[in-house]
């Protein structure tokens, strides 16, 4: 099986492995946060997510953001590419894709696409007027503190597209992150009264440290 295969190639930690299974599995959850300091592989998570489901679900749209483009161009966007270098171009299927750098899309030879896009708040769209018209059928957002929470909340709002070619019909939306003292710790972590939080049924907070990285050099 295609998953099996690729979740074995990466060697998937015991946190990663629990927020993909949120992620595939969980008919209720919609929004999951996995959330730790610098090294559990969020970000790598994130991104063969994305590449798994462009490959497995044909004419799917994903959608990856971060807060700003260069971080996305420079960390978010390298590590997919690695993901895709090192696995997604042996997949089984033989799908095929290409990144253009001109409209940051990452296109699959089956119809699927990845949005690459910056999600910074600019004085000029308070309201994210330019993520109204974003149709996807899953969205990764990278270091989601840094981003504002409208951003959050209109990419998931949008997560519409072709849910009928899936096996659990629900918008899944994952941010990775360290919970720093803003909304996505008052929202999936400690209120602001350090009190634990009481997450709303379509939520999940999968928290992961350093020692769960599944790269026993890089720890």
């Not at 595939?24 to 997510?49: M, N, R």
């Not at 409209?103 to 308070?126: T, V, Y």
């Not at 998931?156 to 070619?165: C, F, G, Q, V």
Request: net charge neutral; proline share 6%; charged share 25%.
């Amino acid at each position: 099986m295609e998953v099996e295969t690729i979740k074995k190639f990466f060697d998937l930690s015991k946190k990663q492995d629990i927020a993909w299974n949120v992620l595939e599995e969980d008919p209720v959850a919609t929004e999951v946060f996995f959330g730790g300091a610098a090294g559990p592989g969020k970000t790598t998570l994130g991104c063969i997510w994305q590449m798994t489901r462009r490959i497995i679900y044909p004419g799917t749209k994903g959608l990856i953001g971060r807060d700003q483009f260069s971080d996305l161009r420079d960390t978010t966007l390298a590590t997919f590419l690695w993901c895709w270098s090192e696995y997604g171009q042996h997949n089984i299927p033989g799908v095929t894709g290409s990144f253009n750098a001109q409209d940051k899309i990452f296109r699959f030879s089956n119809g699927s696409e990845i949005l690459f896009r910056h999600l910074a708040f600019e004085p000029s769209d308070p309201d994210f007027h330019r993520l109204g018209s974003l149709e996807v059928t899953d969205a990764f957002v990278d270091e989601l503190p840094e981003v504002n929470e409208k951003a959050w909340d209109i990419v998931t709002s949008r997560i519409r597209h072709r849910l009928d070619l899936l096996p659990i019909r629900k918008p899944k939306a994952l941010g990775c992150g360290n919970p720093a003292n803003n909304w996505v710790k008052h929202r999936f972590v400690l209120d602001k009264d350090n009190n634990p939080v009481e997450l709303k049924p379509y939520q999940r907070f999968i928290p992961a440290t350093l020692q769960d990285n599944p790269d026993k050099a890089f720890r």
